[in-house]
């Protein structure tokens, strides 16, 4: 189902194909704005913010005169290289994707002060350099959501979350997570592991597995491609997982109550459409929060587009559509108002969202 959702568009642009066949920048042809992108660990078909950044793209490229290529680096080794198969060509804007990518996009960003970059996923601080846009989001936030929904839901009283790589921004997610649950049940019981991956879906399934043998019946994931085996495992053992970054709610139909969304493609989009303007600035940290709509949980009551989408291109059909919303009418419809009260008090500052992301250790719980 991955594979058909994912792969039912095509990488835009000119491209070539080194010896090897691997998909090499080629050189701008005219002057429409040239954009490349260079995708985090996972790749397209990852389902989560891979996916929601070349979505962006297309997006922009429906709007705008624009060309766009990907690369997809086999290895984070591989960042620098791709990053400069771009600048080299003079692409007039290049984008990163993922916190692991950073270091490599700050680099080539220096090398190439007259070239515009754009990065998801790293607050650079002051250092930033002049010729980059960072795109950050508000995980935790979003994820104090989904930890209070898992709260709400749960009939155990204990529940689960599975990391990707153990690193600052992943523990983000946990920290909401933790947080919005224990703001409901203080009592609740939260277990949590790391897949030491964002691409090891068996690990993640292992993961769950052994949370649902604890006793979990709610699982969130912020683990990438490795949280397709967590919604394997829900779906397999008749529990309930929370998606993230992009809507997964039609991946396991019934058994994904809601996705912690990262609008990755706004933010993409709108990148794009500041250097066709004129505005883009540089040198700029930029996050997206909740109060402007840069995290936010699925719809709880109603059908979302890619779930309607998800249908138009077979990978689920009319019957798996009844059965999300059956789920969500059931399960997650009741707790709309709770979870609207809840997010409007973060956006008021009468709720504290402590981010564990600078945290030197996650806090025991």
């Avoid at 960042?79 to 080539?108: C, K, N, W």
């Amino acid at each position: 189902m991955v594979t058909l959702l994912s792969f039912a568009v095509v990488a835009c642009g000119p491209a070539d194909e080194d010896e090897n066949g691997e998909e090499e920048a080629t050189e701008p042809e005219d002057e429409t704005l040239q954009v490349g992108i260079v995708l985090s660990t996972g790749g397209l078909g990852d389902q989560s913010f891979n996916d929601a950044a070349y979505r962006g793209l297309e997006w922009a490229e429906e709007d705008f005169d624009i060309e766009f290529t990907h690369i997809e680096p086999e290895d984070v080794a591989e960042d620098a290289q791709s990053l400069r198969q771009f600048a080299e060509r003079g692409y007039d804007l290049i984008f990163g994707v993922g916190f692991q990518m950073a270091d490599s996009l700050e680099t080539v960003a220096q090398e190439y002060p007259d070239i515009k970059f754009g990065h998801v996923d790293e607050d650079f601080g002051e250092d930033i350099p002049d010729n980059v846009e960072s795109l950050n989001f508000a995980e935790h936030e979003g994820s104090f959501l989904a930890g209070a929904l898992a709260a709400k839901v749960s009939e155990s009283g204990t529940i689960g979350y599975v990391g990707g790589e153990d690193f600052g921004l992943i523990h983000r997610f946990e920290g909401g997570f933790v947080q919005g649950a224990q703001y409901i049940d203080e009592d609740i019981e939260i277990i949590s592991d790391y897949a030491a991956s964002f691409e090891d879906s068996g690990r993640g399934r292992e993961i769950a597995l052994s949370f649902i043998d604890r006793g979990a019946d709610v699982i969130y994931h912020a683990a990438g491609g490795s949280g397709m085996g967590v919604i394997e495992a829900a779906e397999e053992s008749g529990i309930y997982a929370i998606g993230v970054d992009s809507n997964q709610n039609w991946v396991a139909p019934g058994h994904v109550i809601t996705s912690m969304l990262k609008q990755v493609d706004n933010a993409v989009y709108e990148t794009v459409e500041r250097v066709i303007d004129g505005t883009y600035e540089g040198g700029l940290n930029r996050e997206f929060g909740l109060e402007d709509d840069g995290v936010s949980l699925s719809s709880l009551t109603e059908i979302d587009v890619e779930e309607e989408e998800a249908v138009e291109l077979e990978s689920i059909d009319e019957e798996d559509l009844e059965v999300i919303k059956e789920m969500k009418k059931e399960i997650t419809a009741p707790h709309k108002e709770r979870i609207e009260e809840l997010e409007q008090k973060i956006i008021d500052e009468e709720i504290e969202v402590e981010d564990w992301m600078f945290l030197d250790e996650r806090p025991d719980y």
